[in-house]
């Protein structure tokens, strides 16, 4: 069975810093697309990042452009997501997505999901 888990979520400050990390069991990110959700309560589960695993290609949405990269290590199988200058409208749970298609900016578009890390960020 394939498992994707994330990890990295907490309660910062507006302004803060976090790095979510995303490990795959029985799958090897190379020959996929790992894509970033997030879900704020009442709304929409929301695009947030994707990354290529061949040549590191990357996409992101306008609503975290400049602030968040999605980055690889090979040697770990994990894909992470730097999110710095934090703001309250980034609290959410995010999750990570593997899947074949590029790019890929719809949840429909991903066949693995982890369960999801909270972040919270206080203004």
């Known amino acids: 069975q394939v498992q994707l888990v994330e990890s990295g979520g907490g309660l910062v400050q507006a302004g803060d810093s976090l790095r979510l990390s995303c490990a795959a069991s029985?799958?090897?990110?190379?020959?996929?697309?790992v894509g970033w959700f997030r879900q704020a309560p009442g709304k929409e589960r929301e695009f947030v990042a994707a990354?290529?695993?061949?040549?590191?290609?990357?996409y992101y949405p306008d609503s975290v452009k400049g602030r968040f990269t999605c980055s690889r290590d090979n040697a770990k199988n994990t894909v992470y997501l730097q999110m710095n200058s934090l703001k309250p409208e980034d609290t959410a749970v995010y999750y990570c997505?593997?899947?074949?298609?590029?790019?890929?900016?719809?949840?429909?578009?991903?066949?693995?999901w982890g369960q999801g890390t909270q972040v919270t960020v206080n203004s």
């Open positions: 997505a593997a899947g074949r298609r590029w790019p890929a900016t719809r949840r429909h578009e991903y066949e693995y």
């Open positions: 990354i290529r695993w061949s040549g590191g290609l990357t």
């Open positions: 029985r799958l090897t990110f190379s020959n996929y697309v």
